[in-house]
């Protein structure tokens, strides 16, 4: 599917994220006025991507980078035998197509769950500005950083956490990423199916729904579609270090 971009005049969103306890910046933050204005020069325009549409994919050649400004992504990459795997959901606040970073391509494709606009980086221009700004440089190598530890904290949920944990650290997970961008932390809507957070967190659909109905009858959390609300958000965080046995996968 092409994407569908339409142009609008804007300027950079300023947002802090998160994942889990690691602090993300946004490449502005802590910026002089006077330095975020030349930011933003290279910043020319928002894009406009329709649901469904992809913004790159793998095997393009670096142009930008993206600051999603709101809305809702899905990355995948494509193995060689052909299977494909979720990699993450980017949101409002966080930067896409760091993967293309190292060899000028990009290595996922990048589709909107929804309505979005981004924020295009023409990253030629950011590297030359990044080498005259020493706080857009610490906040362009802590943005590629992030990268490198959500890798790590991937690996470390996938090879020791069960099913029921697995769906605790990822709501827990949107949950910090909602309430550090002034949204509710506790009452939120899923703009991912329960079949691309299966492919995320390496489950079946099934075993989804059981962990997902776990958590509900415990009282953890309430679930309605795709509106969640948690009821109980220290005995989530408690069920990433302390669950009370596998479920299999």
Same mark, same amino acid.
């Given at each position: 599917?092409?994407?569908? %971009?339409?142009?609008?005049?804007?300027? !950079?969103?300023?947002?802090?994220?998160?994942? !889990?306890?690691?602090?993300?910046?946004?490449?502005?933050?802590?910026?002089?006025?006077?330095?975020?204005?030349?930011? =933003?020069?290279? +910043?020319?325009?928002?894009?406009? +991507? @329709? @649901?469904?549409?992809?913004?790159?994919?793998?095997?393009?050649?670096?142009?930008?980078?993206?600051? /999603?400004?709101?809305?809702? !992504? @899905?990355?995948?990459?494509?193995?060689?035998?052909?299977?494909?795997?979720?990699?993450?959901?980017?949101? =409002?606040?966080?930067?896409?197509?760091?993967?293309?970073? $190292?060899?000028?391509?990009?290595?996922?494709?990048?589709?909107?769950?929804?309505?979005?606009?981004?924020?295009?980086?023409?990253?030629?221009?950011?590297?030359?500005?990044?080498?005259?700004?020493? =706080?857009?440089?610490?906040?362009?190598?802590?943005?590629?950083?992030?990268?490198? /530890?959500?890798?790590?904290?991937?690996?470390? &949920? &996938?090879?020791?956490?069960?099913?029921?944990?697995? &769906?605790?650290? !990822? %709501?827990?997970?949107?949950?910090?990423?909602?309430?550090?961008?002034?949204?509710?932390?506790?009452?939120?809507? %899923?703009?991912?199916?329960?079949?691309? +957070?299966?492919?995320?967190?390496?489950?079946?659909?099934?075993? +989804?729904?059981?962990?997902?109905?776990?958590?509900? $009858?415990?009282?953890?959390? $309430?679930?309605?579609?795709?509106?969640?609300?948690?009821?109980?958000?220290?005995?989530?965080?408690?069920?990433?270090?302390?669950?009370?046995?596998? &479920?299999?996968?």
């Amino acid at each position: 599917m092409t994407a569908h %971009l339409a142009a609008v005049p804007g300027s !950079f969103l300023n947002a802090e994220c998160a994942f !889990f306890n690691v602090g993300e910046l946004c490449l502005s933050l802590g910026m002089s006025v006077h330095d975020t204005d030349r930011l =933003s020069t290279i +910043i020319p325009q928002r894009l406009k +991507i @329709k @649901k469904g549409a992809v913004l790159y994919r793998a095997g393009d050649p670096l142009r930008s980078l993206y600051a /999603v400004r709101s809305g809702y !992504f @899905k990355t995948t990459i494509t193995s060689r035998d052909g299977r494909e795997r979720l990699i993450g959901f980017p949101m =409002s606040g966080e930067l896409l197509g760091c993967d293309a970073i $190292s060899n000028d391509r990009h290595e996922c494709d990048a589709m909107a769950l929804e309505d979005s606009e981004v924020c295009p980086i023409h990253f030629s221009q950011l590297e030359r500005l990044a080498r005259e700004l020493p =706080s857009l440089q610490r906040n362009l190598n802590r943005a590629l950083s992030l990268e490198i /530890v959500r890798d790590h904290e991937m690996l470390l &949920m &996938m090879g020791q956490l069960n099913a029921e944990e697995r &769906m605790a650290a !990822f %709501l827990l997970d949107l949950s910090c990423r909602m309430a550090n961008r002034g949204y509710s932390g506790t009452a939120f809507v %899923l703009r991912m199916s329960r079949e691309d +957070i299966g492919g995320y967190l390496g489950m079946r659909l099934e075993t +989804i729904c059981r962990a997902i109905d776990s958590l509900r $009858s415990q009282g953890i959390v $309430s679930v309605s579609g795709r509106a969640v609300e948690i009821l109980d958000l220290e005995r989530l965080r408690t069920l990433i270090t302390g669950g009370e046995g596998p &479920m299999t996968l």
